[in-house]
């Protein structure tokens, strides 16, 4: 099974400093230090929501990130296609690995590896 989609990266409306998705990276990557991590939902999406990513902090060391990719454009029957994923991470090295991985990959649309 394969699947593929663009996305258009840009300013996100739901990350907490209304970052593109590079600043959105390097804020969760720096937020990890804080003594307990952060308490909410740090979330960012694309500008037509077809990449969306959401992370969480449990406070002991570990970011869940949940990365859903879904069809472009608009879904007004609710039948278009969506996947979803959940990846959990170090909050240390895992987290600033993926944050320059995505900085990357948003910046140039090449393959960090």
């Known amino acids: 099974m394969a699947a593929a989609t663009a996305s258009g ?31 909410d939902v740090r979330t960012w999406h694309s500008l037509e929501r077809e990449l969306a990513l959401d992370a969480r902090h449990d406070g002991r ?24 994923a959940v990846f959990m991470l170090e909050a240390g090295e895992e987290m600033a690995g993926f944050a320059a991985d995505l900085t990357y990959v948003i910046s140039t649309g090449g393959d960090p590896a």
């Open 61 to 84: 060391g570990h970011v869940s990130l949940g990365v859903t990719l879904r069809k472009p454009g608009p879904d007004w029957d609710g039948t278009a296609w969506s996947a979803r």
């Open 9 to 39: 990266f840009g300013p996100s409306r739901t990350c907490s400093r209304n970052a593109r998705g590079t600043s959105a990276a390097s804020a969760w990557r720096a937020d990890w230090r804080a003594p307990r991590g952060w308490k």
